[in-house]
């Protein structure tokens, strides 16, 4: 768990290359496959401008050769092969260009299967996957980590191929025309380039700590701005400042520290890179002063090295690139891999539940919290059509019963049976459209107030919604906005209230005529006015439902058919409201007290 943690916080990580680490990345490639063909053509064509580019420096040759007049080749003519230089470099503009075009097209599909499927998988993964996450980090893979390989897919594979192509291919070339110079340029280039390349790279770590830097100082930032009133009311300006500059000031060390290597690296760089350039000039000229070599040899053996340089100085770059692939990759499959998927996507024939349900012993421990037993020896038995109420203090797992009826979670000990089933032996999907839930807090979503209400049952009709806003008490606000039904509400839209909210959200639930109906304090944050237009629409929508009502105001209670007390996970009490206020020192009883107490000191 821990490591798993710290791959999910650096974003960066990157992974040593490993088989395992391969046989992750081809575990994400697999999405390539279904557009295998584009892909394929894209690596011929790609083979194919790399072969062009490197006639490019033996062409160049040639030209002096004719130019000085040393040529042994078969075209003899300065014209002709300029206008074959030409022509080859106008035939690799339109293959690179069908080969940049494919390539995107194959990585632009692939990438949003990819996040198709995280997405898919996410939707499906239980409240026990989500309780471990953060939805930031879930996020970040969705986007970032499939960005990252977007990026290996249609440029790194790419890159890495032409590279090699081009190293293989400008070696072959030097050694066959001048083998001597060849051996004299194998003994100083790479060395160089590889030294420059590690010494690089230690250096982009350098900068990395500056940008870790960096980001520690705007954490300060955020976290002040955020809660600006806090800093305010504390007369903390001063103090966040002064934080602030000393985080700045360690950036600074930081950074010039990494300012120090570079400059080195610069001065090496140019000098050891030329000086090695100058050494193969100065061989080469010997070479053509002796006659061993024509000056257009020379030219194009110059040429191919720079060619042969540059691609492996790029291989080096790629290497820290296919590794933080590998990286992100890890992080998709963990999620694509994740075996606990619930069985929610697939259609499965809807039926009616009767709404009996029967809890036996149950026992449950949240999975993140094994210790913490949040309930012990359960038992509730609810006939069909029945109001049951559940009261008791918060955190006494009144919620959590909901939940383990909805089968968020798995009961550790006991059974729950809905009409004489165990309610794990129904299909899953038709299993929770059965029950219904109007929660405290009401999450709309961004859009108009039809599309939330149409939530509850997507092929609902105009009527439909219209009669469920109409039964759920809603109407009447609803057509006091200019726009009516298509008023945008969410995030970007307007700001409804507690109430009209919570009326929307029983519209939903009378839409979606759930067998099974639960209200986890539906009415608690709402004032009195409010209440009673909610607490009518409630009584429409329980009518003919098995219902379970959590409430702290035991006004809603007093009619239920049957009240159980639950206190620490344990139910203390249960019975009629009037059975239960007769147990002295009952919690029940107690309850009933202190709210008779508050409504006494409010009138
Ligand atoms: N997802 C969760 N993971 C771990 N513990 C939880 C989770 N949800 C609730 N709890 C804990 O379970 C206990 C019961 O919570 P809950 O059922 O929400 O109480 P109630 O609804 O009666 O106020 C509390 O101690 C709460 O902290
Ligand atoms: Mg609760």
Known sequence: ?????????????????????????????????????????????????????????????????????????????????????????????????????????????????????????????????????????????????????????????????????????????????????????????????????????????????????????????????????????FTNELFEAIRYRKSLDSVIKMALRTAKYRSGFISFVIFVLFGAIVSVMWYGALLVQSGEMTVGELLSFVLYTTFIGASIAGI???????QKAIGSSERILEVLTEEQAEDVINETEPFRLQGHILMKNIGFAYPTRKDMRVLDNINIEINPGDKVALVGPSGAGKSTIIQLLLRYYKIDNGSIHIDGKSA??????????????????????????????????????????????????????????????????????????????????????????????????????LDTASERLVQEALDELMKGRTSIIIAHRLSTVRQADHIFVINEGRITESGFHDELIQIKDGVYSKLVKLQFAEEAMQA
Do not use: C, H
């Open 1 to 233: 768990m821990a490591r798993r943690n710290k791959n999910i916080n650096t974003e960066d990580e990157k992974k040593k290359l490993s088989k395992e680490g391969f046989k992750k990345l081809l575990g994400v490639f697999r999405f390539v496959l279904p557009y295998r063909f584009p892909f394929g053509i894209g690596l011929v064509l790609l083979l194919l401008t790399s072969a062009m580019v490197m006639s490019f420096p033996f062409m160049s040759g040639k030209l002096l050769d004719v130019a000085s007049g040393k040529n042994d080749w078969f075209i003899n003519d300065i014209n002709i092969i300029a206008g074959i230089l030409m022509g080859v470099l106008f035939l690799q503009g339109i293959v690179s260009f069908l080969r940049v075009y494919l390539f995107a097209y194959v990585s632009e599909n692939t990438m949003a299967d990819i996040r198709y499927s995280l997405y898919e998988k996410l939707m499906s993964l239980p409240f026990s996957f989500y309780d471990k996450r953060r939805v930031g980090e879930l996020i970040s893979r969705i986007t970032s980590d499939v960005s990252m390989l977007q990026d290996t897919l249609s440029v790194t594979v790419a890159e890495l191929i032409r590279q090699f192509s081009i190293l293989l291919i400008g070696m072959v070339a030097i050694f066959y025309t001048t083998t001597s110079l060849s051996l004299f340029m194998i003994g100083t280039f790479p060395v160089v380039i590889i030294i420059a390349v590690v010494f690089g790279r230690y250096i982009r770590r350098l900068s990395r700590n500056t940008q870790d830097e960096l980001a520690k100082t705007n954490v300060v930032v955020e976290e002040t701005l955020q809660s600006i009133s806090t800093v305010k009311a």
């Open 316 to 322: 080096g770059d790629l290497y820290g690139q296919v």
């Open 424 to 525: 794990y032996d129904y299909p899953l999907r038709a299993y929770r459209q059965n029950i219904g839930v109007v929660p405290q807090e009401v999450m709309l979503f961004g859009g108009s107030i039809k599309e939330n209400i149409s939530y509850g049952k997507q092929s609902a009709s105009m009527e439909e919604i219209r009669d469920a806003a109409a039964k759920a008490n809603a109407l009447e606000f609803i057509e006091s906005f200019p726009e009516g039904f298509d008023t945008m509400v969410g995030e970007r839209g307007v700001k409804l209230s507690g109430g009209q909210r919570q009326r929307i959200a029983i519209a939903r639930a009378i839409l979606k005529n759930p067998a099974i109906l639960v209200l986890d304090e539906a009415t608690s944050s």
